[in-house]
C-alpha cells in the first residue's frame, strides 16, 4: 500500500513540474497563487512603452519604444517588428528574426530622429508599433498606435 501512495505522489509531482513550463510559455498570467475561478488570462503578442527622452545634451527631444514581443503559438515563427512615426522626418525602426513557440523578448525599438530637425517641438505625432508574421502565415499580428506630444521648447 505504502509503495502505491509514494508512486501516486511522484507522478502527482512529475505531472506538476511539467505543467508549469507549458503554462507559462502561453504568456500573461504572471505570478502570485491564490484565487480561483475566472477567465485564463491571454497573451499579447506585442505590447509597448513609449516616453520622450534627450537625445543629446543640446536639448532636444526623442521619442524612446521599448517593445516587447511574445510568441503566442505552439510554433515557431518569422516576425518583424516595426515602429514608425508618420508624418515625422524619423527612420523607421525594423527588425526581423525568428521566435520559437512561447518565446519572448524585450528591445529597444526607437525611430531614429529628434527635435528640431526631425521632429517639431509642440506637435503631437502618432507612433506607430506593427508586429507581423513573415511565417508560417503572413500576416498583421498586432498594431498599437500611441499619441505623443513633443515638449514646446528646447529643455537645457
Not at 502618432?126 to 500576416?139: F, I, K, R
Request: charge should be positive.
Amino acid at each position: 500500500m505504502r509503495r502505491h501512495a509514494l508512486t501516486f505522489a511522484s507522478l502527482t509531482l512529475l505531472a506538476a513540474l511539467v505543467a508549469v513550463p507549458v503554462a507559462g510559455a502561453r504568456g500573461g498570467g504572471g505570478g502570485g497563487g491564490g484565487g480561483g475561478g475566472g477567465t485564463p488570462a491571454t497573451c499579447a503578442p506585442l505590447t509597448d512603452t513609449v516616453k520622450l527622452g534627450r537625445s543629446d545634451g543640446t536639448g532636444n527631444w526623442a521619442i524612446n519604444v521599448a517593445a516587447t514581443v511574445r510568441n503566442c503559438t505552439s510554433v515557431g515563427q518569422s516576425i518583424t517588428l516595426g515602429v514608425s512615426v508618420p508624418g515625422s522626418g524619423t527612420k523607421a525602426f525594423s527588425y526581423t528574426t525568428l521566435l520559437p513557440p512561447g518565446a519572448s523578448f524585450t528591445r529597444d525599438a526607437s525611430p531614429i530622429g529628434s527635435t528640431p530637425l526631425l521632429l517639431h517641438f509642440g506637435q503631437t505625432y502618432d507612433v506607430v508599433a506593427t508586429l507581423t508574421e513573415n511565417s508560417p502565415v503572413a500576416g498583421t499580428l498586432a498594431t498599437i498606435s500611441t499619441p505623443v506630444t513633443m515638449p514646446a521648447t528646447i529643455k537645457g
